[in-house]
Antibody
């Protein structure tokens, strides 16, 4: 059974960097059939896919356009986890952030528990 | 980017009734790679359907999905008390992945 456990601070100051980690059990971040995703949810934006990292002989990343200049998703094979960094945050980045796996069938089949991140001074 | 529009915004029904939820895409969804998720308060979304019409593991057969191209439907044949929740569609045929804004199924 795949489990994703999120961790990271719940409060970030404006213009600082939001950092979250998603620890994987029951699968590998280096899997050649899965991708590892970050999604956020807010009342104003609804569910928004932010990006993904995945391994297919080498590492790849994809990011959504709205945050492409500010986001980095990084795998950590030694700890079997992946991380989200979002730079220069504003109150508009306040949301519940989820990590999720895209499995072999294609959709997001396993999700982390979610983490509310508030951007405020 | 593919925009997904769900309707109605809210569906007020009684237990035992049939629920029909719609998801319309701004352009054709590649491979009919369309998923449905259920979300309850304080929980992460839960995968219900994928490939427009395939049920995810453990999902009861009162849930069914249909459609292709730009028009997709999630049907709950007879609502159980635990089915009252918010439902989202998502396309995973092209990047960026996108979600609909959700349909809330509430108790009438």
């Amino acid at each position: 059974q795949v489990q994703l456990q999120q961790s990271g601070p719940g409060l970030v100051k404006p213009w600082q960097t939001l950092s979250l980690t998603c620890a994987i059990s029951g699968d590998s971040v280096s899997s050649d059939s899965a991708t590892w995703n970050w999604i956020r949810q807010s009342p104003s934006r609804g569910l928004e896919w932010l990006g993904r990292t995945y391994y297919r002989s080498k590492w790849y990343n994809d990011y959504t356009t709205s945050v492409k200049s500010r986001i980095t998703i990084t795998p950590d094979t030694s700890k079997n986890q992946f991380s989200l960094q979002l730079n220069s945050v504003t109150p508009e980045d306040t949301a519940i952030y989820y990590c999720a796996r895209r499995g072999a069938t294609g959709p997001l089949d396993y999700w982390g528990q979610g983490a509310l991140v508030t951007v405020s001074s | 980017e593919i925009v997904l529009t769900q309707s109605p915004g809210t569906l007020s029904l009684s237990p035992g009734e049939r629920a029909t939820l719609s998801c319309r895409a701004s352009q054709s969804v590649n491979g009919n790679y369309l998923a449905w998720y259920q979300q309850k308060p304080g929980q992460a979304p839960r995968l219900l359907m994928y490939g427009a019409s395939s049920r995810a593991t453990g999902i009861p057969d009162r849930f069914s999905g249909s459609g292709s191209g730009t028009d997709f439907t999630l049907t709950i044949s007879r609502l159980e008390p635990e089915d009252f929740a918010v439902y989202y569609c998502q396309q995973y045929g092209s990047t960026p992945r996108t979600f609909g804004q959700g349909t809330k199924v509430e108790i009438k």
